[in-house]
């Protein structure tokens, strides 16, 4: 009897298991059905992409933007990649991000904002303008007037795209960091020529000394704070020390 019921309890663990295994591929047959349903749609001609919008700054932008997305003929919109699709256009030099959404069933939406730069670094051929993180936007043979204007920071050019090396983002970070006052920034020129000796000038002609690079945000601005107070007090003058930045010495 007791034989009997083993088998019977054994019968009846191997038909629960069979029933498990059913259950189970009838639900993977179920998902591959339902994936090449969804798939079969998501690339019909319905989702095709049929137009590209790119929102940015400028129209000269948008149109390099068009050019390098790329986009084939006949991409579903629905399984387009589109984190792939952002990342090369970040590579664009005068890209600082890039965002894409499909706007279903058959557009694409390209977001992009770009880099700005704030400093013209004097090179050879002309002038590299940098955006804050030291990234060449663009070449030029004139430094714009509202930028800063770098001299004898780097030994030679950096083309678009290129960033400038660690030791001299550092400098260029320090001076940026110490020039709050857009008034003292727009124009300003920073000399490195002579590491031991640098030398500032605005664009209203006023001489500054820092010295070494040695604490240099806080030279330069000490130097910016003490031609903003000279100024508010009616006065013009023509030369500012901060080398010893305990003892500064300024000149009408």
């Known amino acids: 009897m007791a034989r009997l019921s083993q088998q019977d ?9 069979w029933r498990l295994r059913y259950r189970r591929a009838v639900q993977v047959a179920g998902l591959v059905i339902l994936f090449s349903f969804v798939y079969g749609v998501g690339t019909s001609e319905y989702f095709w992409i049929r137009e590209v919008q790119v929102i940015a700054p400028t129209p000269q932008l948008a149109q390099q933007v068009l050019a390098q997305a790329m986009v084939p003929a006949e991409a579903s919109a629905l399984f387009y990649p589109v984190q792939r699709l952002a990342h090369t256009i970040e590579q664009c030099p005068q890209i600082k991000q890039a965002q894409v959404e499909p706007d279903l069933p058959s557009r694409l939406v390209i977001r992009v904002w770009p880099r700005e730069p704030v400093a013209a670094i004097k090179c050879d051929t002309g002038f590299s303008l940098v955006d804050e993180k030291g990234v060449c936007v663009i070449c030029a043979s004139r430094a714009p007037a509202d930028l800063i204007q770098i001299y004898g920071l780097i030994q030679g050019p950096i083309s678009a795209g290129q960033r400038l090396n660690p030791n001299s983002l550092n400098l260029l970070t320090q001076c940026l960091a110490g020039l709050e006052n857009e008034e003292v920034r727009s124009g300003l020129i920073i000399d490195f020529s002579q590491r031991y000796s640098i030398r500032l000038c605005t664009a209203a002609g006023v001489q500054g000394e820092a010295g070494s690079a040695d ?37 009408p």
């Open 9 to 17: 309890s054994r019968g009846e663990s191997e038909v629960g298991l």
């Open 215 to 251: 604490n240099l945000q806080r030279k330069v601005m000490m130097f910016a704070a003490i031609l903003k107070e000279l100024q508010r007090r009616g006065a013009q003058p023509a030369y500012i020390d901060v080398r010893i930045m305990d003892r500064p010495v300024w000149k």
